[in-house]
Protein backbone atom coordinates (compact mmCIF):
# COMPACT_ATOMS: atom_id res chain seq x y z
CA UNK A 1 0.00 0.00 0.00
CA UNK A 2 1.46 3.53 -1.15
CA UNK A 3 1.55 6.31 1.19
CA UNK A 4 -1.40 8.17 -0.80
CA UNK A 5 -3.51 4.92 0.15
CA UNK A 6 -2.44 4.89 3.85
CA UNK A 7 -3.57 8.82 4.48
CA UNK A 8 -6.64 8.55 2.62
CA UNK A 9 -7.12 5.71 4.74
CA UNK A 10 -6.59 7.68 8.30
CA UNK A 11 -8.29 10.67 6.81
CA UNK A 12 -11.50 8.66 6.65
CA UNK A 13 -14.60 9.28 4.06
CA UNK A 14 -14.56 13.08 5.09
CA UNK A 15 -11.35 13.65 5.41
CA UNK A 16 -10.55 12.43 1.80
CA UNK A 17 -13.33 14.70 0.02
CA UNK A 18 -11.86 17.56 1.43
CA UNK A 19 -7.99 17.00 0.78
CA UNK A 20 -9.21 16.06 -2.89
CA UNK A 21 -11.73 19.63 -2.78
CA UNK A 22 -8.44 21.26 -1.52
CA UNK A 23 -6.12 19.38 -4.72
CA UNK A 24 -9.02 19.92 -7.48
CA UNK A 25 -9.52 23.67 -6.16
CA UNK A 26 -5.92 24.09 -6.47
CA UNK A 27 -5.59 22.90 -9.46
CA UNK A 28 -8.54 25.64 -10.48
CA UNK A 29 -11.80 22.87 -10.80
CA UNK A 30 -14.50 23.53 -8.63
CA UNK A 31 -16.32 21.44 -6.96
CA UNK A 32 -19.68 21.10 -5.07
CA UNK A 33 -20.35 18.41 -3.35
CA UNK A 34 -23.07 16.70 -0.63
CA UNK A 35 -21.42 15.33 2.83
CA UNK A 36 -22.76 12.22 4.34
CA UNK A 37 -25.62 14.18 7.06
CA UNK A 38 -26.68 16.75 4.73
CA UNK A 39 -23.62 19.24 4.95
CA UNK A 40 -21.83 20.83 1.92
CA UNK A 41 -18.84 21.72 0.67
CA UNK A 42 -17.61 23.87 -1.90
CA UNK A 43 -14.15 23.41 -2.55
CA UNK A 44 -13.68 26.88 -5.26
CA UNK A 45 -15.74 30.11 -5.34
CA UNK A 46 -16.74 30.74 -9.06
CA UNK A 47 -14.51 32.09 -10.13
CA UNK A 48 -15.55 35.57 -12.26
CA UNK A 49 -16.46 34.74 -15.72
CA UNK A 50 -14.56 36.33 -19.11
CA UNK A 51 -15.76 36.79 -22.43
CA UNK A 52 -13.24 37.33 -24.90
CA UNK A 53 -13.66 40.41 -26.67
CA UNK A 54 -12.34 39.85 -30.58
CA UNK A 55 -9.86 41.19 -32.69
CA UNK A 56 -11.58 43.00 -35.95
CA UNK A 57 -7.65 42.96 -36.89
CA UNK A 58 -4.40 42.20 -35.89
CA UNK A 59 -0.71 42.65 -36.78
CA UNK A 60 2.04 41.25 -34.61
CA UNK A 61 5.97 41.85 -36.06
CA UNK A 62 9.11 42.98 -35.19
CA UNK A 63 11.18 46.19 -34.59
CA UNK A 64 14.97 46.28 -35.04
CA UNK A 65 15.65 49.10 -33.17
CA UNK A 66 14.36 49.12 -29.26
CA UNK A 67 14.84 52.67 -29.70
CA UNK A 68 11.88 53.18 -31.09
CA UNK A 69 9.82 51.76 -28.33
CA UNK A 70 9.93 54.59 -26.65
CA UNK A 71 9.72 55.24 -22.81
CA UNK A 72 5.95 54.79 -22.46
CA UNK A 73 4.36 52.60 -25.11
CA UNK A 74 0.83 53.04 -25.28
CA UNK A 75 -1.30 50.28 -24.33
CA UNK A 76 -4.72 51.67 -25.66
CA UNK A 77 -4.93 54.41 -28.60
CA UNK A 78 -8.27 55.89 -29.03
CA UNK A 79 -7.40 58.58 -31.38
CA UNK A 80 -6.33 58.64 -35.37
CA UNK A 81 -3.55 61.31 -34.35
CA UNK A 82 -1.69 58.55 -31.82
CA UNK A 83 -2.70 55.47 -34.11
CA UNK A 84 -0.79 57.65 -37.22
CA UNK A 85 2.48 58.89 -34.96
CA UNK A 86 3.03 55.46 -33.15
CA UNK A 87 2.83 53.44 -36.51
CA UNK A 88 5.36 56.07 -37.45
CA UNK A 89 7.67 55.50 -35.05
CA UNK A 90 7.92 52.42 -34.56
CA UNK A 91 8.41 52.38 -38.75
CA UNK A 92 6.41 49.83 -39.08
CA UNK A 93 5.98 48.91 -42.84
CA UNK A 94 3.27 50.05 -45.10
CA UNK A 95 0.58 52.76 -44.89
CA UNK A 96 -0.95 53.63 -41.61
CA UNK A 97 -4.09 51.51 -41.12
CA UNK A 98 -7.31 53.11 -41.38
CA UNK A 99 -9.55 52.43 -37.75
CA UNK A 100 -12.74 54.27 -36.96
CA UNK A 101 -12.09 55.61 -33.74
CA UNK A 102 -15.85 56.06 -33.43
CA UNK A 103 -16.45 52.79 -32.76
CA UNK A 104 -13.05 51.24 -32.48
CA UNK A 105 -10.13 51.41 -29.85
CA UNK A 106 -6.72 49.62 -30.99
CA UNK A 107 -4.99 48.09 -28.03
CA UNK A 108 -1.20 47.33 -27.92
CA UNK A 109 1.11 44.77 -25.70
CA UNK A 110 4.68 45.18 -26.77
CA UNK A 111 7.72 42.76 -25.66
CA UNK A 112 11.68 42.20 -26.13
CA UNK A 113 11.16 38.36 -25.79
CA UNK A 114 11.38 36.06 -29.38
CA UNK A 115 7.29 36.53 -29.66
CA UNK A 116 3.78 37.93 -28.51
CA UNK A 117 0.56 37.15 -28.24
CA UNK A 118 -2.29 39.47 -27.19
CA UNK A 119 -5.63 37.81 -25.35
CA UNK A 120 -8.31 40.75 -24.65
CA UNK A 121 -11.07 39.43 -22.98
CA UNK A 122 -13.98 41.46 -20.55
CA UNK A 123 -15.64 40.18 -17.35
CA UNK A 124 -19.64 40.31 -16.38
CA UNK A 125 -19.09 44.12 -15.68
CA UNK A 126 -17.65 45.33 -19.11
CA UNK A 127 -14.32 45.92 -17.49
CA UNK A 128 -11.33 44.87 -20.28
CA UNK A 129 -7.90 43.15 -19.34
CA UNK A 130 -4.98 42.88 -21.70
CA UNK A 131 -2.94 40.05 -21.39
CA UNK A 132 0.55 40.04 -23.41
CA UNK A 133 2.16 36.44 -23.27
CA UNK A 134 5.59 36.41 -24.48
CA UNK A 135 8.74 34.02 -24.69
CA UNK A 136 11.03 33.94 -22.11
CA UNK A 137 14.25 34.59 -24.66
CA UNK A 138 15.12 38.43 -25.24
CA UNK A 139 16.40 39.76 -28.39
CA UNK A 140 17.83 42.60 -29.68
CA UNK A 141 14.53 45.01 -30.76
CA UNK A 142 11.05 44.66 -29.73
CA UNK A 143 7.90 42.80 -30.76
CA UNK A 144 4.97 44.22 -31.01
CA UNK A 145 1.26 42.70 -31.05
CA UNK A 146 -1.84 45.26 -32.08
CA UNK A 147 -5.23 44.55 -32.17
CA UNK A 148 -8.75 46.49 -33.34
CA UNK A 149 -11.52 46.54 -30.78
CA UNK A 150 -14.94 47.77 -31.01
CA UNK A 151 -16.32 50.51 -27.92
CA UNK A 152 -19.75 48.32 -27.60
CA UNK A 153 -20.10 46.47 -24.99
CA UNK A 154 -16.88 47.81 -23.03
CA UNK A 155 -17.01 49.88 -19.94
CA UNK A 156 -13.56 50.33 -18.55
CA UNK A 157 -10.01 48.55 -19.14
CA UNK A 158 -8.44 47.39 -16.07
CA UNK A 159 -10.75 49.24 -14.24
CA UNK A 160 -10.21 52.92 -15.74
CA UNK A 161 -12.59 54.74 -17.61
CA UNK A 162 -12.30 54.12 -21.63
CA UNK A 163 -11.89 58.05 -23.14
CA UNK A 164 -15.21 58.85 -24.90
CA UNK A 165 -14.69 59.30 -28.97
CA UNK A 166 -13.11 61.48 -30.56
CA UNK A 167 -15.74 64.36 -32.14
CA UNK A 168 -16.65 63.18 -35.53
CA UNK A 169 -14.72 65.88 -38.00
CA UNK A 170 -17.03 68.13 -40.11
CA UNK A 171 -17.43 67.55 -43.88
Same mark, same amino acid.
Given at each position: MNRTMRQGLRL??? =? #? &? $?? !?? $? &? %? @? =? %?? &????? /? *? +??GGRVRAQDEA? @? *??PVPQLVSWRGSVEDEELLGENPPVVV? #? @??? !? #? @?? !?? $? !? /? %? +?GDVPEVDFQRALVLIQTTRGGRINMLVRKDAKNDVSIAGFATRDLRPGFRYAIGVVLREGLATIGGKEIPAPPKPEKS
Amino acid at each position: MNRTMRQGLRLGRI =G #S &V $AL !WS $A &V %L @A =G %LG &VGMTG /Q *F +PGGGRVRAQDEAP @A *FTPVPQLVSWRGSVEDEELLGENPPVVVT #S @AEE !W #S @AT !WK $A !W /Q %L +PGDVPEVDFQRALVLIQTTRGGRINMLVRKDAKNDVSIAGFATRDLRPGFRYAIGVVLREGLATIGGKEIPAPPKPEKS
